[in-house]
């Protein structure tokens, strides 16, 4: 009896089990099914060099209605293919929402959704490597549906670097260091045409190198189906398409990019310039047609070289909005040599203080004849980057430790102010009683 009982119970549960395991089954065939129709239409423009008719096939499965797995496959694609028309800004935009739409925070640290796993890489990508076994929930893993040459490494930093490279401007110093150090985000602008044409901005443009360079990449063929070749095809076609947008370049000769490990100097940022391997330099920097600069972008140079430009003396720096960032600056008055961990801001201990030195007519500062010190020789610079988790702070605590130079004199100071004071009333007292 008690057999009977048991198998009556389990027989519902196997049921049960067969017809979610089968609805998973039939849930995963058809998305499957739809992304193969998508990769089909889409890989015949793709390996065609048909770009745009691509992308159109892409938007219209790009929208919230649409199942999140397709949708996360459509923006993977577009990705791709704003990549290898050479919007490589574009692209790494698309991977910063894919990440959104990917990862939510748990406890401060940030996990893959039930859509995506895993980074969207070959080392980690196919049903092999995957930790999600397929049809046992409906969390499946998107890599079940890519096909491997549907990935992103070419927009991780490593692959980029090793076709394109930062190329930096900066402004060539007549003092002893190799450049002005531009503490603030800020624009050339021309005196002189102001007069003439009402235009005072100085432009830059670009100049890429002459076709003769792509000419072997051009005609190179590809065998499509060799996940090696794909590669090549993607990033020799971005190379190419990138230098095709460099050449209708011209720009504000602005400097708004931080320098390479430098936290307060400003540059001229050329981004993602392919890398050619020449003897020559063959990229032509002009600024306001007057001025030529050649340089190359060999694939042997460091990631982030410099190109030094002189001053026109018609030019001037004006501020530039800066909309990401507060600067502060603080008289050094009471950090003579700024040591340890003697300042902090925002909480924070600041080692590393960047000092500018101080200009009366630059600064103006009125009301320092009240300090002791008198006005200071030199300015302490300090950024505070505006992001989400500090937008809606309301104030900043700016504190000075007890290890700054100047703390010991300070103390005592107070120290002797405190016991003249002490003194003075103790001896109205003693004048008044004896009054």
């Known amino acids: 009896m008690m057999k009977v009982v048991i198998i009556k119970i389990l027989f519902p549960c196997i049921l049960m089990l067969n017809i979610v395991i089968g609805q998973n089954k039939s849930e995963y065939h058809i998305i499957e099914k739809e992304i193969a129709e998508i990769r089909e239409e889409f890989n015949s423009y ?22 999140d797995t397709i949708r996360i496959y459509v923006k993977i694609l577009k990705a791709k293919i704003y990549y290898i028309r050479g919007d490589i800004e574009d692209a790494l935009s698309i991977v910063d929402t894919i990440k959104q739409l990917t990862l939510s925070p748990d406890q401060g640290i940030k996990f893959y959704s039930r859509v995506v796993r895993h980074p969207l890489l070959p080392d980690v990508m196919g049903k092999m490597n995957c930790d ?20 992103l490494e070419m927009l991780t930093d490593e692959s980029l670097s090793q076709y394109f490279m930062d190329v ?16 603030s985000k800020s624009q050339a602008e021309n005196n002189k045409k102001v007069k003439e044409d009402g235009k005072k901005n100085v432009f830059y443009e670009l100049e890429p ?39 209708t370049i011209k720009e504000k000769l602005s400097f708004t990019e931080l320098l390479p490990e430098k936290e307060s100097h400003f540059a001229l940022k050329l981004k993602y310039l392919p890398r050619i391997q020449a003897k020559k330099a063959i990229y032509k920097l002009l600024i306001d047609k007057k001025y030529k600069y050649t340089f190359k972008t060999d ?20 501020e530039y909005k800066d909309d990401e960032r507060i600067i502060f600056y603080f008289p050094d008055t009471y950090i003579k040599k700024p040591t340890g961990k003697a300042f902090k801001f925002d909480s924070d201990y600041v080692e590393d203080l960047y000092i500018q030195e101080y200009d009366d007519e630059t600064w103006g500062l009125e009301d320092y004849d009240r300090y002791s010190y008198g006005p200071p020789n030199n300015l302490i610079l300090q950024h505070l980057l505006i992001n989400e988790d500090n937008l809606n702070q309301k104030s900043i605590e700016i504190e000075l430790t007890n290890e700054y130079d ?30």
Not at 134 to 151: G, I, P, T
Not at 232 to 238: G, P
């Open 209 to 247: 190198p002459p076709d003769e360079v792509f000419k072997s990449l051009k005609n190179k063929r590809y065998d499509f189906k060799s996940f090696n070749e794909v590669s090549d095809y993607e990033n020799d076609r971005a190379k190419i398409n990138r230098i095709k947008k460099l050449g």
């Open 132 to 151: 999600v076994h397929l049809h046992k929930s409906n969390n499946f893993c998107l890599c079940h549906y890519l096909d491997e040459r549907e990935n």
């Open 406 to 435: 100047q703390y010991d004199d300070e103390a005592g100071r107070r120290k002797f102010s405190r016991k003249f004071l002490y003194g003075c009333i103790f001896t109205s007292i003693i004048v008044m009683s004896s009054l």
């Open 46 to 67: 793709y390996y065609n060099e048909k770009f745009n008719e691509g992308l159109k096939v892409l938007q219209q499965y790009d929208n919230e209605s649409v199942d």
């Open 168 to 183: 930096y401007v900066v402004i060539k110093d007549n003092s002893n260091n190799d450049y002005k150090e531009m503490i």
């Open 299 to 318: 694939t042997r140079m460091r990631q982030h070289p410099y190109i030094y430009i002189y001053w026109d003396d018609d030019w001037k720096l004006a």
